[in-house]
Structure formats: structure tokens, C-alpha cells
């Protein structure tokens, strides 16, 4: 497997993809992991390693919040329940290696970056000022995106949590997904946020059938989903940038 990747091109190699991309927003999850990681194990190449990483996480929002316990937890626990995919070459040093730079970058938006949990959300204004941060401008797939809030409009999260990672113009997501986020958050309100690649935010009838979807789910699970926001390029809708649901009526 080791010599099976050393054979790959280099559009395909996570260095050499950073190294020759306009942005770094240009590379998928799993890549930047891998250049974390180095070095995959025999049977498992540090690309599927860190495939299998996010796996064990279900997003890279909540990965990168580990520390090296509970890296290790939830790789043993992955590990049980899918021994046919098993994350390998993840030992002790590798965790924390890994815990240090997610520790640095928390570090880093602390001092530098706007705490969110500071923004109390009163209009879709608000709300897109943090998702806008989250979903970069240009990026070539669709990601969905929960926004859990307290009792007073207040995230409960440093940043948006990225739920799912798409195809090039649909991100297939499941209610169950978007409130598993929010119960293990426990949030009393959800805001969701997806990206339109094409730059145009006008949602479509996919859009409409998934808010209408979670809006249902909101009132079974008693967790209230106030909006939904498509983001778009700054330039579209009226210069705003996206569409919030809500104010077409469909999150009430």
C-alpha cells in the first residue's frame, strides 16, 4: 500500500496538492489531515487514514476539539465497531502531535478571532456573519452546517460545526445528523447553513424539501430550527451574500 501511494500523481498527494494550490481552501479535510498524520500503516494509506479519522468523528468541527484522550477514545471505539477498516498507525506520539495543533489553532482564534459566543443572534444578519467565516468563497463542494444556541440566542460552539462535506453540487444530509450535533451540544435552538458553489444562493426545490424536513424533525425533537441560510458569493442576493429560509416563511 505504502509503495502503491509513492505511484500516485502528484494532484493526488496531499503535500504536493498544498504546495501547488492557489489556496489551501482548495484541499479537502482528509488531505490537510494527512499532512498532519505523514505517514499511513500497511493496509491503510495515511489518505484513508485520515478518512477513517474523520469517520470516527463524524465531522472535522468536532475532531479538531479533541485533545489526545479523547482521540484515543473514540480511534478504540472505531476500531470495535468497524475491524474490517480499522484506523492504524495512530499511536500515542501521533495523537499528540495532533492534539498540539488543534490546540494551537483553538489558541489562536482566542486571541486573535472573534469569540461567537459573544454574538447574540437576533436577525439572519447575525447568523451569516459566523457561517460566512465557516464556509470559505469558492470552494467547490457543498457543506452543511449546524449553529447550536443557548437559551438566549448565544452559540454554544467556538465556530459552526460542519456536519457533512458534499458532491460538487448537492450535500446529501440527514436530519438525524443535523440534531445529533445539537443534542450532544445541547442546544435549545439550531440555525443550519449550507453553501451554494455556484455562488448563487436562490434555494432550490431540494433546499425547500430538507428545510420543510428539519422543520418537522424540529418539532418531534423540541429543539427549534429558527433559520436556514444558502450562502452565496458576497455579491449575490442583493449584495448580502445568501437567503435566510426564515424570511420566506419556512422556519416558523
Not at 152 to 173: E, I, S
Request: net charge positive; proline share 6%; charged share 30%.
Amino acid at each position: 500500500m505504502a509503495s502503491d501511494f509513492k505511484k500516485l500523481s502528484d494532484k493526488v498527494k496531499p503535500r504536493e496538492q498544498l504546495r501547488d494550490a492557489v489556496s489551501p481552501s482548495e484541499l479537502k479535510p482528509e488531505a490537510l489531515l494527512a499532512i498532519l498524520l505523514r505517514t499511513g500503516a500497511a493496509g491503510c494509506n495515511v489518505l484513508e487514514t485520515a478518512r477513517r479519522l474523520v469517520d470516527a468523528f463524524g465531522s472535522v468541527a468536532e475532531l479538531v476539539k479533541s485533545d489526545w484522550r479523547t482521540l484515543d477514545r473514540h480511534i478504540r471505539e472505531y476500531n470495535e465497531l468497524h475491524p474490517e477498516r480499522k484506523i492504524k498507525g495512530v499511536g500515542q506520539l501521533k495523537m499528540l502531535e495532533l492534539a498540539a495543533a488543534f490546540e494551537l489553532v483553538r489558541r489562536g482564534y482566542e486571541i486573535d478571532g472573534e469569540d461567537i459566543r459573544r454574538i447574540k443572534i437576533a436577525k439572519p444578519e447575525d447568523s451569516y456573519r459566523i457561517f460566512r467565516e465557516a464556509a470559505l468563497v469558492g470552494e467547490e463542494q457543498e457543506s452543511f452546517f449546524v449553529l447550536p444556541l443557548d437559551t438566549k440566542n448565544h452559540p454554544l460552539c467556538t465556530a459552526p460545526l460542519r456536519v457533512t462535506y458534499g458532491l460538487l453540487d448537492q450535500t446529501p444530509v440527514h436530519p438525524r445528523e443535523v440534531f445529533k450535533a445539537a443534542i450532544r451540544w445541547g442546544a435549545q435552538s439550531i440555525i443550519v447553513a449550507h453553501n451554494h458553489p455556484s455562488g448563487d444562493p436562490t434555494p432550490g426545490k431540494d433546499d425547500i424539501r430538507l428545510t420543510e424536513r428539519l422543520v418537522e424533525a424540529s418539532r418531534i425533537i423540541g429543539i427549534p430550527l429558527l433559520d436556514h441560510l444558502i450562502l452565496g458569493s458576497p455579491s449575490s442576493a442583493d449584495g448580502r451574500g445568501f437567503v435566510s429560509l426564515r424570511k420566506l416563511g419556512m422556519c416558523r
